[in-house]
């Protein structure tokens, strides 16, 4: 189980930083994935967390960084290290590094939590 999310990981980081974001959430998040955002706030279904990527990704003006630092897979649950330095159109510069805690279920994302770093 953990070599295929590994695998799953390894082609949705490559598929995000080919600025193919929207392309990896169709195949990697499940149906009924929730998605949960540093400030607690819940999202529920596949359909509703895709329209908030498309507004988010619709919002940036400027890239500098949008990287992977690095990622761990234990069990069914993966910690992915994102790293950005973006513009936005309505809130200005953003820079942050974050974690996207995932549980994984049949080779899908089920829950994502995000969590700030260091």
Do not use: P
């Not at 919002?59 to 630092?69: G, L, P, S």
Request: net charge negative.
């Amino acid at each position: 189980m953990e070599e295929m999310i590994r695998k799953n990981v390894e082609e949705l980081v490559e598929l995000v930083q080919a600025n193919r974001a929207l392309e990896a959430f169709e195949r990697h998040y499940a149906e009924d994935c929730t998605m949960q955002e540093l400030d607690g706030s819940t999202r529920v279904g596949k359909s509703a967390n895709l329209a908030h990527e498309r507004e988010f990704l619709s919002q940036i003006t400027k890239v500098r960084a949008f990287a992977c630092d690095g990622f761990v897979v234990s069990g069914d649950t993966a910690f992915v290290v994102w790293r950005l330095d973006v513009d936005l159109a309505v809130r200005g510069t953003m820079k942050l590094c974050e974690v996207a805690i995932q549980r994984w279920r049949e080779g899908k994302i089920v829950h994502e939590r995000f969590v700030h770093a260091a």
